[in-house]
């Protein structure tokens, strides 16, 4: 969130719901630390995968990640529905 | 479900759910394009207000930079007139100093990261708001229900993504700003109320300048009345006589001009 959109290819998904997976199991966990820790990695996984789509491409994402400076509590935050203004 | 799809999830609920609100898909276009409109102003202001804040901590850091360099050049002069003390004490507070410099300049790269964040989510925003326009504008002029419905869909759920994702960033830049803005307004009043000096420049820093200067003030009364000596010396028969004639012209007037010094001293 708040870096826009990116392209990801097929190939990489399977690399990124392992690191994915890893984020998840860290905000279930509580543990800050591992939390940030997994979440950078996530991002810049998708970072190094993805493609910037073109700024006037008007499409919904598949996939949707929290901005990197988040902490585990605006994640849960998000997740639960609260705090977001869309529309 | 994995994180990624749960949160890409939950934004297009939101976004099918304000779609539903309207019977006409085509008023929820024209009332989003307004709302969007609206969100890019706000997210102009917010840049526009991160780079005040920017601004006012590089000011602080100047200050604060000026204030250390000012303990330097005190410390530097104290240890010319052999006063170690007072060149620690000076240097010791400019090690405060820097603690606050510091953490200043750290602030400052955050709210430089932040800037350059917004700016680039509002040129994307810009661009999608201009991009949702033209669609808006062809689904309204083709509209036949059915076949439009598909289009606004996908138009509009981007476009709510975006903004979403940036009146979240807007949200949290502003949270941040306003932290910092709070500091930063809170070591402004203790600069202006000479607190902050204290602790660390200005008042305290004046006790340094003021010893320093009676201490510099001191030897040039002694250098003056070397000259003064020598002076006179060379109109009178010499130095060891003119000495002992200025204190002992008359013997009960010799400590007034000890006494004038000791004056200045105070």
Known sequence: MGEGQLRLPDEAMERLNALDDAVERAVDGGDEATFRDA?????????????????????????????GDATIEEVRALLEDDGLIPG | MSLMKRMSL????????????????????????????????KVRKGVAEVATSRKRVELQINQLEAQAQ????????????????????????????????????????QLQGEEEKLTLASQRLQAKVEAFRTRKETVKATYTAAEAQTRINEAFSGISEEMGDVGMAIQRAEDKTAQMQARAGAIDELIASGALDDASGLNSGDDIARELESMSSQSDVEAELQALKAASGGQALGTSQAAGELSGGAASDAATPVAETDEQKG
Do not use: C, W
């Not at chain 1, 810049?44 to 996939?63: I, K, N, Y």
């Not at chain 2, 410390?75 to 007072?86: C, I």
């Open chain 2, 70 to 109: 000012k303990l330097t050049d005190q410390a530097q002069k104290a240890l010319g007139m052999g006063r170690e003390d007072l060149a620690r004490e000076a240097l010791t507070r400019k090690s405060g100093l820097q603690n606050q410099i510091t953490d200043l300049q750290t602030q400052h790269a």
């Open chain 2, 10 to 41: 939950i934004f297009r609920a939101k976004a099918d759910k304000a779609l539903d609100r309207a019977e006409d898909p085509r008023e929820t276009l024209d009332y989003s394009y307004k709302r969007q409109l609206e969100l890019l102003t």
């Open chain 1, 39 to 67: 979440l950078h990695q996530l991002l810049a996984g998708v970072r190094e995968a993805g493609a910037p789509v073109e700024d006037d491409f008007l499409h919904d994402s598949d996939l949707i990640l929290p901005p």
